[in-house]
């Protein structure tokens, strides 16, 4: 019998039954010719993922975290103008993480639940005529605010200023749930990890490289030695890492493209769009207010939701987990207390989105939230009805 719960977690995320049992294998060499196809096989089948034909696909053992670290070291040089917008505690991390390496950092605040300041960027590069700043980062969707970000507004900023510096997004919570098209928009750098809409375990840290980054690192000279591209180009070649692979995650990779490619990429950012959509309806029949400003701004895969004035979102999430034994996200940063999240990313259907939804009711209910009992499941549930086509 099993008791464990679907999580309703932005990361890590659910792991379907035929991942884990791809992953569940006795210990192969990885250098050998078997592994080596695999591997290989892997890193072709990301291109798609990340919308890309001319870029590179990288895979690091590291999380999403490593993943920044990687994009930076290997592309930029201390001392370097990086420009970045404030709008989220991931956004907010990675411009920690940048200025750990000693980069100058120009950051644009905007208040949590915006999106990327687009605009202010514009007039930034226009004005930047020396051309001092060598990149801009993005994060596409803020998994702290469920706020999702118009990356090709960023590139379209960079054309019309016909400004060199390179374009790197952080996609670890929209890649592969969401439109991800790193060709189209002029991405330069884009990361994942894997235990997002990926869907194996945590331990993968998943990038794509375009010709451009890929020329920069000849420049670059940020510390950087385990997570060298250019050790890894060369023992990917060879279909390997540069030290020991993690080989079963691996496995798990494969797996999950192949489920991704199974379903369609469309129908999996409309299955996305469609959950998320419901998850939202169900929060404004509670009457409550989502994080995320403007409608063009939601997230298909996670949703940040503001609490009642009086409560504490960090007893709400620890309530469900305790009592009804489902996980949901806190609020984290500026936010931390005032929110709970749900995450609806990765191996998730209706079924699975409305036995959540149910559970945070009841939670919600039990703690005297001013809420009615089966007012978002009934919401949700109309959306699906309608809106789910077999
Ligand atoms: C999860 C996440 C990360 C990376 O976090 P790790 O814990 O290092 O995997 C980075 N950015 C965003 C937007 C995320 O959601």
Redesign the pocket.
């Known amino acids: 019998m099993t008791t464990q719960n679907p999580v309703f977690l ?2 890590p995320t659910n792991i379907p039954d035929r991942l884990r049992r791809a992953m569940n294998t006795q210990t192969i060499d990885h250098r050998s010719p078997e592994f080596a196809e695999h591997f290989k096989h892997v890193l072709e089948q990301l291109k798609p993922i990340f919308g890309t034909d001319q870029g590179q696909p990288f895979i690091f053992p ?7 670290e990687i994009a930076i070291t290997n592309t930029l040089s201390p001392g370097d103008k990086v420009l970045a917008g404030s709008y989220g505690a ?1 956004s907010d ?2 411009i920690a993480l940048c200025r750990q390496h000693g980069l100058n950092v120009e950051v644009v605040d905007r208040a949590w639940g915006e999106a990327v300041p687009a605009d202010e960027f514009a007039r930034i590069l226009q004005d930047d005529t020396r051309q001092d700043i060598k990149a801009v980062l993005v ?5 702290a605010t469920g706020v999702a970000s118009d990356v090709s507004a960023v590139h379209q900023a960079l054309e019309q200023a016909d400004h060199p510096a390179l374009l790197m997004v ?5 890649i592969a749930s969401m439109p991800f098209r790193m060709d189209d928009w002029g991405v330069d750098v884009a ?1 994942t ?1 894997s ?2 809409g990926l869907m194996p375990p ?1 331990g993968l ?1 998943v990038l794509a490289m375009s010709q451009r980054a890929l020329q920069a690192y000849d420049q670059a000279t940020c510390h950087r030695a385990y997570f060298d591209i250019r050790d890894m180009q060369q023992a990917n070649e060879a279909g390997s890492m540069p030290y020991t692979v993690p080989t079963n995650l691996v496995y798990g990779l494969e797996e999950s493209l192949q489920m991704l490619q199974e379903e369609g990429l469309q129908q999996v950012f409309a299955r996305h769009a469609t959950l998320a959509e419901g998850v939202r309806r169900a929060v404004w029949a509670w009457g409550l207010t989502l994080c995320a400003q403007g409608r063009q701004n939601y997230s298909d895969t ?1 949703t940040a939701i503001e609490i009642p004035e009086g409560f504490d979102a960090g007893k709400l999430v620890a309530h469900a987990r305790e009592r009804y034994k489902v996980q949901f996200g806190g609020g984290l940063g500026n936010i931390a207390g005032k929110a709970f999240r749900i995450g609806h990313l990765g191996d998730v259907t209706a079924a699975m989105i409305l036995t959540g939804l149910a559970t945070i009711e009841m939670a919600m209910v039990d703690l005297d939230y001013p809420i009615q009992l089966g007012s978002g499941v009934a919401a949700a549930q109309e959306y699906y009805r309608q809106n789910i086509k077999g």
């Open positions: 932005p990361g590291a999380t999403g975290t490593g993943g920044w991931f991390k990675w994060t596409h969707n803020e998994t952080d996609g670890v919570s929209s990361v990890g235990q997002k945590p840290a996670v």
